[in-house]
């Protein structure tokens, strides 16, 4: 009788920690926000970078296609890691802390620019658009305190429980560098405010 009561003394102590272990990251506020923060400083590096690398190559963003070809919308993950590392320095500025991705540890070499490797793109957490899908579209933005680049992952579809942040919302990075959290679960568009054809119809936004 003994044995039986102190197991279920034992299972009553246990059980909240088990659930507590299950608790998605958003219901921890404190270090939901912390991780929050540096998601969005990821993407305030990541959005210098590809001001500055377009602003050494006549206003293209980065894409890994070869000139004459289309861009890929869902290549865009990879197209962020030609980036690395003569724009952004760190290859876990691309992963959201909130998320699961990992990069893993990559050789250093003095001359290695280049892009992800599929390892690497597959652990990218960010969406990134080019606001359009071919490959004369360059650096140039009507809207750019508005028109979206750079998002957590999933920008393209409603959020779920594998979102970086859950289904709370993302932190989101406009043309002119500065990033805002956008509450929320539903689906975000390239640039809402000044709407074209295709935006209309579905989002230009890598999805993993």
């Not at 998002?151 to 500065?178: C, I, K």
């Amino acid at each position: 009788m003994g044995r039986m009561r102190i197991f279920d003394v034992l299972v009553i102590v246990a059980a909240p920690i088990f659930l507590l272990g299950m608790v998605p990251p958003t219901f921890c506020p404190s270090r939901e926000l912390t991780r929050r923060a540096k998601c969005a400083s990821n993407l305030k590096e990541i959005i210098m970078g590809i001001k500055q690398y377009a602003m050494e190559h006549d206003g293209y963003y980065p894409t890994i296609a070869e000139p004459g070809q289309s861009i890929v919308v869902s290549h865009h993950h990879k197209d962020l890691g030609i980036l690395y590392p003569g724009y952004v320095a760190s290859l876990d500025a691309f992963t959201c802390p909130s998320s699961g991705d990992r990069m893993p540890k990559r050789p250093t070499h003095d001359f290695d620019n280049q892009p992800f490797r599929a390892a690497e793109a597959a652990q990218c957490s960010y969406a990134y658009s080019y606001n359009g899908s071919v490959m004369s579209v360059a650096w140039t933005d009507a809207a750019p305190s508005t028109t979206r680049i750079l998002a957590d992952r999933y920008a393209g579809r409603d959020l779920d429980s594998t979102a970086n942040h859950w289904m709370e919302g993302r932190n989101v990075a406009r043309a002119d560098g500065h990033v805002k959290w956008v509450a929320g679960k539903m689906k975000l568009y390239t640039d809402p405010d000044n709407p074209d054809s295709k935006i209309n119809t579905q989002s230009w936004w890598s999805e993993r």
